[in-house]
């Protein structure tokens, strides 16, 4: 039985029959004894509650009563401990308010009884205290899976703190005690709260309230608790097992007996009836100075007087327990230090595929994860055994935690195959975790589909250095993409539907479907409201609108010639580069050219990177511009009515994904904006949500895509712009490959062997590369007034003393360090000098200083950018992009901060350009505008926004084993 069975079996005892007592038997109770106080009782009572925390009483420290000589004598004893302990509890309520003032501690009561009486008590001393009530009122016939329903409610209710199941005993079976939480069990019921308090581990669970009313007045008798016996009539369940534990933990001498006995009662100091049904206790059974102790009913009549029992000092334990799990809960809410147990790794030479060492690494749990880092089990959302979403209250939670560095890794101008910038940010991180015992997280973009199909193939990082799974990092992930494309392509769909319906129907047909009749009533949504006063128009009643006001809603007259909205799709397709729709017959003849995007090249990706909120995604996804009217007016996603079902389809996917590293280091995957026309950085909620989890004295650290000059200089402009963040150290990515090339050397394609200059030891190239391109990156970082480390990763085809040179003219070029890594082949402790290097760096004063206000105008920033960061002499507008400039600046989009389109090859817009090139002007073709994310792209040469596959793409080499469901072949 369990304890509520026990107390609500006890409710229903019939009314003893009446005996005389003897002198000095001291008889408490919730109901009617077979021993009533008379006049000739003689008992005695010490006024001390027992602690709802520790399970002990503090009868020694409480001043003994006098001896009761009227009847109701232990009633006013049990009234003014009540009354104690609810001051006490009140005490611990205004304490832990002032430290919360936020914080209203609630206990949810689950009814399906007839009995309110004690129900009420529970109301009427949660009221005294100061708790809030809630209360859920079910069927006394109600079924076992209607309380569960209840009860998983509450459980993950965060305004619910204590949950009393007012139920009938038949309805308190194992599985429903059992489904409540334990923090949230104040009755102490649940197998796992019995256990705690078994083993002695209180920090948690709680004691049963009975037992703890039966325990403060056993500790009230003049008899010292240590050796004394006590009988428990009916001691199953909880209640009895609690009840032993704490009297044996009090040093008392436990009997049991399923009733009444004469032969042990005669043995006992002390005989505490629990069991159901009649239980009379003659006085000739008692030894002298025996205390009683009855739970029968909370409440009882007396002759048609009601009298308060011992239910009321148990209501008030119970709201004690209830206060103490406010108050654990509201530390829970605190920063928890982190746990992380950092996975091994076992390099092996030579260096296995990256898929053969993924699968050969067995991740955490993720949810294990989660805890080691401090996450509460509500702020994650599984997706699978290896990832998961992290909720965004996560911020509220640590608003007050102080942020950790914020270190940025971003690379010299790459080679065609890249330099293994994400290889570094893991390898740091694993060395700053696994083998310094720092706090640390990596951030990074989610690749697309496409490359990974394509050229590219994975972006996990590399060797032992990577994200795992690999396989779920490079594929669907938790869908963000998926939904980044479903959300574009529905604005897409609306346009057309929307220019086709304003073409063929009048002004008046059009409202009216617009603004329907339903059941008789015709109303504006939100969305239209928001139009309406947009437009200037305050009315809100459909049909009081004048007809030019009519017109003014329903007529969006976009300019087919001026949609600037493409339609997307995460596959490298390039005959989508240029498409005519609404070839149709039922489009009625509305053709018109466009074309698709890659995914990762939506604003809508755009603005999830840099998006601080659900709110503010909202909003920027609302302004989204799509075209223009025939008029030259901006036309919005919120014109067309659909940013609300945009919100909809991106509501997880803002919540960064939760993966790890080989060694267990924590990771963020979020966000992957196309680096050549977008800013080219993951996501400024991954950044956030990291620096808070890892404390002031950890490490967040996040990529930027290409070299310094684009990813970094965006990241430094647009991002930290966004996000209020500032960084305190910059890695710069260099590898001997590329700094040959930048020294000279021949060109570097994908899928062609590398030129003998680049595998044989060649100084020259390297200390040209070094002088040229390396030295200009490190000079962009200083710009901004950040630290420089600088990370040289290491092939196998690098010679020693080309490693010592890099290192050297890094560090003569004004790097704080430069370090070689190797954690392709070694992991984290591959690192290890680079970590150090960081560490020492993050130490130092940041200066960060943007390039450019915002109040500066959109030619200077732009001329700015070219002249002090890419090296150009000047820029040369074209007619049209002035004229977008012109048309920007009217419609006061002036501020908006500038994100070059350009090529990632070169300083300048030429890719074939190497090292560091001079004496060139950078033409801007066209200008642009995302301003749902929030900045103004020139063009400068030809962008392509929609890759295309190579005569051999890389999913030749990508199969499935049908029978172990095993990957193979990617990258």
Known sequence: MRLSTLRHACRNLPTPSVHQPRTGVRVFGLAKSSLPLGPSSNSQLLLRAASSVSGTTSAEKAPKLGKQTDGPGYENTISFSCRENVQRTKEEMVALQRGHPALKPTLAIIQADEDDRLLELNKKMAGKIGLNVTQICLPRECTEDEIIEEVLKLNEDPRVHGVYLHLPPASLTSRVLNTLRPEKDVDGVSDLNVGRLVRGDMNQGFIPPLANAVMELLARHDTPMEGRTVLVVGGEGPLGVALQCLMQRRGMVVLHSRRSSEVLQKQANAVVLLAAGHM????????????????????????????????????????????QSSSRWAQGQQYRPWT??????????????????????????????????????????????????????????????????????????????????????????????????????????????GPTFGVKGGAAGGGYAQVIPMEEFNLHLTGDIHAITAANNLVAAAIDARMLHEATQKDKALYSRLVPSVNGVRRFSPIQIARLRRLGISEIDPSALMPQEVSSFVRLDLDPAKVTWQRVVD?????????????????????????????????????????????????????????????????????????????????????????QTLEGSPVFVHAGPFANIAHGNSSVLADKLALKLVGEDGFVVTE?????????????????????????????????????????????????????????????????????????????????????????????????????????????????????????ARGGRGSVELAQAVKQAGSQPSHFQFLYSQETPIVEKIRMIAQKVYGADDIELSPEAQAKIDYYNQQGYGKLPICMAKTHLSLSHLPEKKGTPTGFTLPIRDIRASI???????????????PGLPTRPCFYDIDLDPVTEEITGLF
């Open 280 to 323: 009379d206790v003659p006085p000739t059974w008692l030894r002298p100075g025996t205390a009683v102790i009855h739970c029968g009913s909370a409440l009882m009549t007396d002759h048609g007087m009601e009298m308060s029992g011992v239910g009321p000092l148990t209501a008030a334990l119970r709201m004690q327990n209830v206060v």
């Open 571 to 659: 596959t490298n397709d390039r005959f989508l580069r240029k498409i005519t729709v609404g070839q149709a017959s039922t489009e009625k003849g509305h053709v018109r050219e466009t074309q698709f995007d890659i995914a990762v090249a939506s604003e809508i990706m755009a603005i999830l990177a840099l998006a601080d909120g659900l709110g503010d995604m909202k909003t920027r996804l609302g302004r989204m511009v799509v075209g223009s009217s025939r008029s030259g007016q901006p036309v919005t996603a919120e014109d067309l009515g659909v940013s609300g079902a945009l919100a909809v389809l991106m509501k997880d996917a803002i919540k960064p994904t939760l993966m």
């Open 932 to 946: 749902g994310a929030g900045f103004i792209y020139p063009l400068v040469g030809t962008m392509s926004t929609m």
């Open 340 to 449: 992380l147990r950092s996975l091994k790794l076992q390099p092996l030479s030579p260096v296995p595929s990256d898929i053969e060492i993924s699968r050969a690494q067995t991740p955490k749990p993720v949810d294990q994860l989660a805890q080691e880092i401090g996450l509460l089990q509500e702020e994650t959302e599984a997706y699978g055994r290896t990832k998961a979403k992290v909720r965004l209250s996560l911020l509220d939670r640590l608003r007050e935690q102080p942020d950790g560095k914020y270190v940025l890794v971003a690379g010299i101008t790459p080679t065609p195959l890249g330099e293994g910038k994400s290889t570094v940010v893991i390898g740091l991180v694993q060395a700053l975790s696994a083998h310094l015992k720092l706090n640390s997280f990596a951030c990074l973009r989610q690749p697309s589909q």
């Open 704 to 824: 930027a895509g290409f070299g310094a000059d684009i990813g970094m200089e965006k990241f430094f402009n647009i991002k930290c712009r966004a996000s209020g963040l500032r960084p305190n150290v910059v890695v710069l990515v260099a590898t001997v490959r590329a700094l040959k090339m930048h020294g000279g050397g021949p060109n570097v394609s994908a899928g062609s062997p590398l030129p003998r200059e680049y595998i044989d030891e060649n100084l020259s190239l390297v200390v040209k590369g070094c002088s040229s391109n390396l030295r200009k990156q490190i000079q962009i970082a200083h710009l901004f007034g950040v630290p420089v480390v600088v990370a040289l990763n290491v092939f196998k085809t690098d010679t020693q003393a080309e490693i010592d040179l890099v290192c050297q003219m890094a560090k003569e070029s004004g790097a704080s360090d430069a370090v070689p890594c190797h954690h392709w």
